[in-house]
């Protein structure tokens, strides 16, 4: 089956500092990959589609500039959270889709990031 | 508002209950995922759906979509401890297999 791998799976840094995230397919090309947020106790929240080669689309209500999204390859999606907040504390989750599948979208396991 | 709204939002059952989950969406489904998710954890996928009627089984779980009523369900049959998590309904109402809209989710327990 098609799998996601995604790291850091936690991270802690200081205000003002970049986080950079990594999600990549590891068995199968990714043209497209998601970027979704989760708060406590709430659902998934799309916050940008990343297509390789290309500009990301985000999501209304999301900074472009604050998190920074770059799919260099079919493999490899990168969200970069630049000069973070303790706001920006939240779950990051990153999906791959792989059309024609039973599984078509695949998800990674997710980055727990706290702003201190 | 949500497009996507789970029923119920939590769920508290004894072990060997069945229970069932509904997902019902304002728009057209044209794909319609179940994943389960552990807090902090990723997305298991469960079932996709597409055609309306479908009707698919995973060992003790059995997803099916009504297309009419842009509604699906989740069902399991004689619950365990390991079914507890959070169910996430997920469809693509675009039309386009591009991104997927999530449900609010229901976080199921089971009770010995």
């Known amino acids: 089956g098609a799998v996601v791998s995604q790291h850091p799976s936690r991270v802690i840094c200081k205000s003002g500092t970049s986080v950079k995230i990594e999600c990549r397919s590891l068995?199968?090309?990714?043209?497209?990959m998601f970027w979704y947020r989760q708060f406590p106790k709430q659902s998934l929240m799309l916050m940008a589609t990343?297509?390789?080669?290309?500009?990301?689309?985000?999501e209304q209500g999301v900074e472009k500039d604050k998190f920074l999204i770059n799919h260099a390859s079919l493999t490899l999606s990168t969200l970069t959270v630049t000069s973070a907040h303790p706001e920006d504390s939240s779950f990051y989750i990153c999906?791959?889709?792989?059309?024609?599948?039973?599984?078509?979208?695949?998800f990674g396991s997710g980055t727990r990031l706290t702003v201190v | 508002s949500q497009e996507l709204e789970q029923s119920p939002q939590s769920l508290i059952v004894q072990e060997g209950k069945n229970l069932t989950i509904n997902c019902t969406s304002s728009?057209?489904?044209?794909?319609l995922y179940w994943y389960k998710q552990k807090y902090g954890e990723g997305l298991i996928f469960l079932m996709m759906?597409?055609?309306?009627?479908e009707e698919k089984s995973h060992e003790k779980i059995t997803a099916k979509l009504d297309e009419k009523k842009q509604q699906s369900s989740l069902h399991i049959t004689a619950s365990q401890p390991s079914h507890a998590g959070i169910y996430l309904c997920?469809?693509?109402?675009?039309?386009?297999?591009?991104?997927?809209?999530f449900g609010t989710g229901t976080r199921l327990q089971v009770t010995l």
């Open positions: 068995d199968f090309q990714a043209t497209t």
């Open positions: 997920g469809a693509d109402v675009t039309g386009t297999a591009s991104k997927l809209t």
């Open positions: 990343s297509n390789e080669g290309s500009k990301a689309t985000y």
């Open positions: 999906s791959a889709v792989q059309l024609g599948r039973d599984y078509g979208y695949t």
């Open positions: 728009k057209t489904l044209y794909g």
């Open positions: 759906l597409q055609k309306g009627g």
